[in-house]
């Protein structure tokens, strides 16, 4: 049987997308997206970093991240200051505000996952994010490999 509905490709994407638009419901009433939360929450571990290193550990690109830190520096949540040890570049750093609205999002991201892994045992998950985190690897390594020949 050659139906889209059983590739395991088209499952994880769809997989993916809907627990976003599900994330994307929780956080409309606090005025952010899936993708800005991924970038406050990469800062609220770590924050004072270039936007090249911020675009690396939140895995977007530099175009995109240029993109969500302007919203979220009009939002109060970053703010990007002179890197005085290359002037060509700019150190972000999350605000109080921006702190506080990431623990508010914590816990209702981890409610939000939890409802979906709804009757899945504790190690049907372990097992599920092993063999994701597997899949990731896999894709990187390949990903690489196919760059290394462009």
């Known amino acids: 049987m050659n139906n889209i509905d059983h590739s395991l490709g088209f499952i994880i994407n769809h997989a993916g997308r809907r627990l976003s638009q599900l994330l ?26 270039t936007q090249k290193d911020l675009a690396h550990r939140a895995e977007k690109d530099q175009t995109n991240i240029t993109r969500i830190l302007d919203q979220l520096e009009r939002k109060g949540l970053v703010e990007r200051r002179p890197n005085a040890v290359d002037r060509r570049s700019f150190l972000t750093f999350i605000t109080d505000k921006g702190r506080s609205l990431n623990q508010v999002l914590l816990p209702i991201e981890s409610r939000v996952v939890s409802s979906v892994l709804d009757g899945l045992s504790e ?14 690897k896999n894709a990187n390594r390949t990903i690489n490999e196919l760059e290394e020949t462009l």
């Open 24 to 49: 994307s419901l929780h956080y409309q009433p606090y005025d952010i997206t899936t993708e800005q939360w991924t970038v406050l929450n990469r800062l609220s571990e770590r924050d004072g970093i």
């Open 123 to 136: 190690e049907d998950v372990e097992r599920l994010r092993a063999a994701l985190i597997q899949i990731t």
